[in-house]
C-alpha cells in the first residue's frame, strides 16, 4: 500500500483507495497495547466495565473485513492462516475498538454562535428555547436548505468523526419537525451509512414544539403517529424512535403515546431522559423496553435503581454539561456501583454539545464523573455498541466481529482521557478498511 494521497480538504481522510483490502487478508502485528475490551456477549456492568482486556505485544489477523484471530503476535503469526497476509505496520503502539458514539444530532446545520455567546452573558439553555431559540433556531434552517448542503456538512463531520476514532454512529433526525424535513434529513442520513463510519438513523419527532403547533403538542403527536412515522418505517428510514421527554419538552404521557406507536411498527426505542429535570421518563422507558436511556444529570436514586435493575443502557453525555457550563454531571459512579451498564456518547449537536470528539468526552469521563480510563473507554465502545443493539458485529476486539479499530499514537491506553483536548487517533479502520490516516503517519 502506497502512503494516502491527501483529500481535497488536505486533512488526510486518505487510504480509501483501500477499499480493496476488503478482499484481503492483512496482518496487524507488534502492537504494544492491543486493548481487546472482550468479555461476556451481555453489556459490562460493575467490575466487568473496568476489565480493558490487554494483550501485550498482540497482533490482529483480518479477513474480508472481519477479525479471524486476535492474540499475542509469536502466536499469531506463526499460524497457517496467516501466510500469506499484507503485513500492516500499525502507525500507533496502541490499538483499541473503534468507538461506537451512539447518540448525535449529526444532521443540524449552522452552528449557533449567538446563542453560545448569550448564554456565555447569562441566559439559560431552556431560557433560550423558551424564547423560540435553541431546537427552533436549527429547525429553521434545517427547512430552508438544500438537502445536497445538508448531505455535504453531514460527511464532513463523519470525516471527522473517523479521524476522532469513531467507526460508528447512531445519528437523529429531529430538526425537521415536519414531514418534508424529517423526510428530507433521514433520507441523508441513508445514503451517508458507510461514509466513511457506519450510520445508525433514529426519527426523533418529539424533539421541540414546532410554530405550526404551538400550545398544541397533544396534536403534534398526534402528526408524528399519524403522517412521518409510517412513511418512514414503510420507507425503512429509521432503526430507532427516540423523544426529548423533560418539562419545556414533552410529557411522560406525550412520550408513551409516541414511542408505543413507534414501537408498534417496529422500531427499537431511546430516550432522552432526566436532562433537566425528573419526570419519570426512566420508569417509562424501562416500562417500553426501550434499549437506552441518555443524559440523565437529573436523575435521583429510585432511577438510579430502575437502570440497575433493568436491561437499559445509561447513555451519559458529558460533552452537553460541559459545553453548556453546567456543574452536574450524570452521576456516574453511583450507576456503575449500582449495577448499571454505562455508555458515552458525544450528543454532538449545535445547542448543548457541538464536538463531535469522543476522546475529550473519554476526558470528561474520568475527571468529571469519575470513570476510570478502563471503565469510559467499555463505555464508548462495547456499551455503546450495546446500546445500539449492534454488539455481536462491532464494539470490542473479538474473533468474528468487524475489524473496527483504532491506531493510538501513546504508549498506553490511559493516555487517551489523560490528554485531554489533544487526539491520539494515527490510524481509524473501519471492517478492515482505512478510513482515516494521520497526515504525519504513513500506511505501510
Ligand atoms: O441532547 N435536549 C435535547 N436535545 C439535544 C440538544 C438539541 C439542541 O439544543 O439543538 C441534547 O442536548
Ligand atoms: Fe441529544
Redesign the pocket.
Known amino acids: 500500500m502506497k502512503t494516502p494521497a491527501s483529500s481535497p480538504a488536505g486533512q488526510g481522510f486518505a487510504c480509501l483507495e483501500s477499499r480493496a483490502e476488503m478482499k484481503r487478508k492483512l496482518l496487524l502485528r507488534g502492537i504494544r497495547q492491543l486493548v481487546t475490551v472482550r468479555g461476556p456477549a451481555v453489556p459490562r456492568r460493575g467490575r466487568q466495565l473496568g476489565e480493558p482486556g490487554i494483550i501485550t505485544d498482540g497482533a490482529v489477523l483480518i479477513e474480508q473485513g472481519r477479525i479471524a484471530q486476535i492474540g499475542p503476535s509469536a502466536r499469531i503469526e506463526n499460524l497457517a492462516e496467516a501466510r500469506g497476509a499484507e503485513e500492516l505496520a500499525c502507525p500507533g503502539q496502541v490499538v483499541i475498538p473503534g468507538f461506537v458514539d451512539s447518540?448525535t444530532?449529526l444532521v443540524?446545520g449552522p452552528p449557533?454562535l449567538d446563542e453560545y455567546e448569550m448564554r456565555i452573558r447569562g441566559a439559560s439553555?431552556e431560557e433560550i428555547?423558551a424564547a423560540g431559540g435553541?431546537?427552533l433556531?436549527?429547525m429553521r434552517a434545517i427547512r430552508a436548505a438544500p438537502a445536497s448542503r445538508l448531505r455535504y456538512q453531514a460527511a464532513r463531520a463523519l470525516r471527522q468523526a473517523a479521524s476522532f476514532g469513531i467507526t460508528t454512529v447512531e445519528a437523529k433526525s429531529?430538526?425537521g419537525l415536519d414531514e418534508a424535513a424529517e423526510l428530507k434529513v433521514l433520507r441523508i442520513l441513508k445514503t451517508l451509512h458507510g461514509e466513511p463510519v457506519s450510520v445508525v438513523p433514529t426519527f426523533?419527532g418529539p424533539?421541540?414544539v414546532p410554530p405550526e403547533f404551538a400550545g398544541r403538542p397533544d396534536e403534534f403527536i398526534d402528526f408524528l403517529i399519524g403522517r412521518p412515522l409510517p412513511r418512514i418505517t414503510q420507507r425503512r428510514l429509521a432503526r430507532f424512535a427516540d423523544a426529548?421527554c423533560?418539562r419545556n419538552?414533552f410529557t411522560v404521557d406525550q412520550t408513551r403515546r409516541f414511542l408505543a406507536a413507534a414501537k408498534e411498527r417496529g422500531l427499537g426505542l431511546r430516550l432522552?431522559a432526566s436532562?433537566?429535570s425528573n419526570l419519570g421518563a426512566v420508569a417509562l422507558a424501562a416500562e417500553l423496553g426501550a434499549l437506552s436511556v441518555?443524559?440523565l444529570e437529573a436523575i435521583e436514586q429510585a432511577d438510579i435503581d430502575i437502570v440497575a435493575r433493568s436491561s437499559l443502557i445509561a447513555t451519559l453525555?458529558p460533552g452537553?454539561v460541559f459545553h453548556?457550563g453546567l456543574s452536574r454531571y450524570a452521576p456516574a459512579r453511583a450507576l456503575i456501583d449500582a449495577g448499571a451498564a454505562v455508555a458515552l456518547a458525544t450528543?454532538f449537536?449545535?445547542?448543548?454539545?457541538p464536538s463531535i470528539s469522543m476522546p475529550f468526552v473519554l476526558s470528561l469521563a474520568c475527571t468529571q464523573m469519575r470513570m476510570t480510563p478502563a471503565e469510559a473507554l467499555a463505555a464508548a465502545t462495547i456499551n455503546g455498541a450495546h446500546a445500539l443493539g449492534l454488539a455481536a458485529e462491532t464494539g470490542s476486539l473479538e474473533h468474528g466481529k468487524w475489524a473496527d479499530l483504532v491506531a493510538l499514537e501513546a504508549s498506553d491506553y490511559r493516555e487517551l482521557p489523560y490528554y485531554f483536548g489533544m487526539n491520539p487517533v494515527s490510524m481509524t479502520m473501519r471492517r478492515g478498511e482505512i478510513v482515516y490516516m494521520k497526515e504525519s503517519s504513513t500506511c505501510p
Do not use: M, W
Open positions: 447518540h444530532h443540524h449557533r439553555y428555547a435553541g431546537i433556531t436549527s429531529g430538526y426523533l424533539h421541540a426529548y423533560d419538552a432522552h436532562q433537566f441518555d443524559h453525555l452537553s453548556l450528543d449537536n449545535p445547542g448543548s454539545s
